[in-house]
């Protein structure tokens, strides 16, 4: 991919001067003296291919024990959980509706819940943090928004959730794993200094989370603070999909850049090919929340991301939980696609929700778009 012309030295001078401040005053406050914090430093070479192999793994984590009312997804006996969000155009969960008003539909066939639910629970949450020098080294603006949003959202944290903070560029690196000690989580963060290599791979680094976080019970998410761009993945796009829809695990972007990409694009500082890349990373990144169930975003200013957390946060820990046994029993391996909808029940039309003034309010169902069939047993 090309490079961005770059604006004039005045301009780049003090843009630099003023995102670094803020970025020292940030990272001053929270981690003490840039000079005490580990740096990532970046090896002569690439990592060998089996470098992979040799990570350890993110599943140290104690198992969460699920609340009586939980539901869980059984293979043994074919039965299916949904997680559910019902959340307004502010982001706000809808609390209170009725088993009654939902409904899930399996290839376009309605199922029958035989059991539902409203809880809040503790979460589990990876933050997948795009630092590479891709784009950090050249645009400090966007190495000062990655800290922003990082940071920000670990303070929404409760003290019993889960959280392991990975940062990847050529591959993932765990900087530190599942944690509810917020020292440890802070101290990973504090590493994020100096990008190893101008690599961005994306795919790889989401499959690979999404596999190692498939057996951890209980609801599990990860948040992906990325470009979206990805630059050497093994894996594909089509493949990166398929591996994420059937790790069971919502996947929550917040995409970086948008404003700068705009500033550089009103001076003719981008051409086509890299407008159209931006775009098609925008895409991936909204494509992997939705068919998960999440939720994506892209901030043009820095007063957008409270609202984002507040959105995720009620996203993630405020859910209705309905578990169905589904009609077509064949134990196949097919991918099945889910639609839940709310419905009023004497209509079968789309469910009107009102205010206390008796206007009607935007809803958006936020659940995952399938789930991969068991295979029989050989």
């Known amino acids: 991919m090309k490079r961005f012309h770059r604006p004039g030295a005045t301009t780049y001078l003090v843009m630099v001067i003023l995102a670094l401040c803020g970025a020292m005053a940030l990272l001053a406050q929270r981690t003490g003296p840039i000079t005490d914090a580990p740096r990532r430093v970046p090896g002569p070479t690439a990592p060998s291919s089996d470098s ?11 198992r969460q024990e699920a609340p ?32 009654g008003n939902f409904q899930i539909l399996e290839e376009g066939v309605p199922q029958q819940i035989i059991k539902f639910g409203q809880s809040e629970a503790p979460m589990t949450v990876c933050l997948l943090i795009e630092f590479s020098n891709l784009f950090q080294s050249y645009w ?25 903070v990975v940062a990847y560029d050529l591959r993932p690196e765990i900087l530190s794993d599942f944690t509810q000690d917020r020292r440890e989580t802070q101290e990973a963060l504090a590493r994020l200094r100096i990008a190893g290599y101008s690599e ?98 892209f901030p043009r200013f820095y007063g957008e991301f409270p ?15 309905a578990i169905y046994s589904p009609t077509n029993q064949k134990k196949d391996g097919t991918w099945r696609k889910i639609k839940v909808r709310l419905v009023d029940p004497k209509t079968n039309k789309d469910l009107r929700i009102v205010n206390e003034k008796g206007k009607s309010i935007k809803y958006q169902v936020l659940a995952k778009a399938g789930y991969q069939a068991p295979n029989e047993v050989e």
């Open 52 to 62: 992979r192999e040799q990570l350890p793994p993110i599943e140290t984590r104690q």
């Open 140 to 164: 400090t603006e966007t190495w000062y928004q990655t800290l922003t949003a990082t940071y920000g959202f670990v303070d929404t944290l409760r003290p019993e959730d889960w959280v392991a």
């Open 307 to 321: 609202s984002i957390y507040q959105a995720i946060h009620y996203s993630m820990r405020n859910q209705y939980s």
């Open 68 to 99: 009586a009312d939980a539901v869980v997804f059984t293979t043994e006996t074919n039965l299916v959980t949904v997680d559910i969000a019902v959340v307004d155009n502010q982001g706000n969960f809808i609390p209170k509706i009725p088993q």
């Open 200 to 297: 961005s791979n994306l795919f790889d680094a989401l499959a690979e989370m999404c596999t190692r976080m498939k057996d951890i019970e209980g609801r599990k998410s990860i948040v992906v603070i990325a470009s979206g761009m990805d630059t050497f993945s093994k894996l594909t796009y089509g493949k990166t999909r398929e591996i994420v829809q059937e790790a069971g695990v919502t996947v929550y972007a917040i995409g970086l850049m948008q404003a700068l990409r705009e500033w550089y694009d009103s001076r003719g500082y981008m051409g086509s090919i890299q407008r159209m890349d931006f775009l098609q990373a925008d895409n991936q990144m909204r494509t992997f929340a939705k068919e998960t169930g999440g939720m994506s975003f």
